[in-house]
């Protein structure tokens, strides 16, 4: 398959657009046909490289992905042959108390796409079936693949840390994963956006 990956640290120039083994799903996994990756800061971050950040090279970037299920491991209920659908990127281990209570991110063994593990610069990717979310036929892969990550953190934020309810006014200060989270609103929850940007003087 097709992949954009790197053997060592740097700036843009040691990203190689090159072949790389094809991946298939193990038990309880997914592979998925990537149509859509976006880039996050934390790709560069990664590319850049920092102390005691240890990879398997060569690394493929990207945490971010949308596409359609190309193939099933063993152990697999959820998805079918073709369904559209997002990655979550935040992965646990899917046994221990915080991944059971929905908590995964304080999981022990988590691990984010493209940051500690390849992720999502590829033609295809395999992600355990509780990574993926199904997608409606009428969303756009991009649009969605921009979005996975910032709204799982807006999200996080303001309805599970905030507990936003109903009616209530909410300030969105500054231009970041707030502001993502206003352009794709969950229909459960009615509420009103106010935002707040810095004024120069």
């Not at 999200?155 to 970041?176: C, F, L, P, Q, Y």
Request: aromatic fraction near 10%; glycine fraction near 10%.
């Amino acid at each position: 398959m097709k992949t954009v990956l790197f053997y060592k640290h740097g700036g843009p120039e040691v990203l190689e657009y090159t072949e790389f083994s094809m991946p298939a799903p193990k038990a309880g996994e997914v592979l998925v046909r990537l149509h859509a990756a976006a880039l996050n800061r934390m790709d560069i971050f990664v590319r850049n490289g920092w102390p005691g950040l240890k990879l398997e090279l060569p690394h493929i970037n990207g945490a971010d992905g949308a596409g359609e299920v190309a193939g099933l491991g063993t152990d697999t209920n959820d998805f079918e042959i073709g369904d559209r659908v997002v990655i979550n990127a935040n992965i646990g281990c899917g046994e221990c108390e915080y991944c059971l209570s929905q908590r995964d991110n304080l999981c022990s063994n988590w691990h984010l796409l493209g940051e500690t593990i390849r992720g999502t610069y590829a033609e295809y990717i395999c992600v355990p079936e509780r990574q993926l979310f199904k997608l409606p036929e009428d969303f756009d892969f991009h649009a969605e693949a921009a979005s996975a990550l910032v709204y799982q953190t807006a999200w996080h934020s303001m309805v599970k840390r905030g507990e936003i309810k109903a009616g209530e006014t909410v300030a969105i200060v500054g231009a970041g994963g707030g502001r993502k989270f206003r352009q794709y609103p969950n229909r459960q929850i009615s509420w009103r956006a106010r935002r707040c940007d810095r004024v120069k003087r």
